[in-house]
């Protein structure tokens, strides 16, 4: 049987949850997804059914996702879907998880950072410190890594 790969535009919708586990780091996360349709007779765009994913993101992939995504961002997630149905405290429940082979943030809708992570250290800094990630690096007045040169750009404007 061929799995069934799909790729999902979203927003992220919960923190991703990271865990250093035996088989390798893995990260989690929701993944809410909307379609939206133009209504002619409102003249407007509205929201239709949000399906909601739940991502999981092993090995590098899942060190980088826990250092690089946070509630709201749109994402694109691509990977082998998942749908399990399941009894749980006499319900019925049935969910959809996607395991990932790729994300990334949506360009359409604003702009981002590369940094690419160093071979051996996915997501980490140089000195083994964990990067704080509820804050900008370079705005807390950390110096950039010696031996890389950046080049300062004005982001493009989104509209």
Do not use: C
Not at 36 to 64: I, K, P, Q
Not at 71 to 99: K, M
Request: glycine share 12%; aromatic share 6%; net charge negative.
């Amino acid at each position: 049987m061929s799995e069934t790969t799909v790729t999902v535009v979203g927003n992220v919708a919960t923190t991703p949850v990271y865990r250093e586990l035996p088989k390798g780091p893995v990260a989690r996360f929701r993944l809410a997804a909307t379609a939206r349709r133009f209504d002619r007779v409102r003249n407007e765009w509205v929201d239709g059914h949000t399906n909601f994913f739940t991502v999981w993101a092993w090995g590098a992939l899942g060190t980088n996702v826990q250092g690089s995504l946070s509630i709201g961002e749109p994402v694109l997630v691509q990977g082998r879907l998942r749908v399990r149905d399941e009894e749980r405290g006499g319900q019925h429940w049935t969910s959809a998880d996607i395991q990932a082979s790729a994300v990334g943030h949506d360009l359409s809708r604003g702009t981002t950072a590369f940094r690419r992570a160093r071979q051996g250290q996915p997501g980490r800094r140089p000195d083994g410190d964990e990067p704080s990630f509820e804050i900008d690096p370079q705005a807390d007045g950390e110096p950039e890594e010696q031996g890389e040169q950046s080049e300062q750009r004005e982001p493009a404007a989104v509209g």
